[in-house]
């Protein structure tokens, strides 16, 4: 299993666009992830759970991914979070 933090960075928060892409990321990944924060958790494959989340400019989340892809995914997740212009 690989786990990694990840800071929102946009004003907007975890919005619709973000939230799209993560689940365009997650239904292209092998393994199963999951995003959490504080004691809410999201499936990466649903959009309405991230949304859910309500993260807020400067939140940390959790990212946790398990199976064959796990470092390239977590790579791809993070790369997502520093894109300022989603």
């Known amino acids: 299993m690989k786990e990694t933090e990840v800071i929102v960075q946009w004003e907007a928060g975890l919005h619709l666009r973000p939230a ?20 809410k958790v999201a499936n990466i494959k649903n959009i ?7 993260a807020s400019m400067g939140t940390t989340l959790t990212i946790e991914a398990n199976g064959e892809d796990e470092q390239e995914v977590t790579r791809n997740i993070e790369q997502l979070f520093m894109d300022l212009d989603v």
């Open 20 to 39: 799209a892409k993560l689940v365009q990321l997650g239904k292209d990944a092998k393994s199963t992830i999951q995003i959490k924060s504080g004691n």
């Open 48 to 54: 309405m759970s991230i949304l859910m989340l309500c």
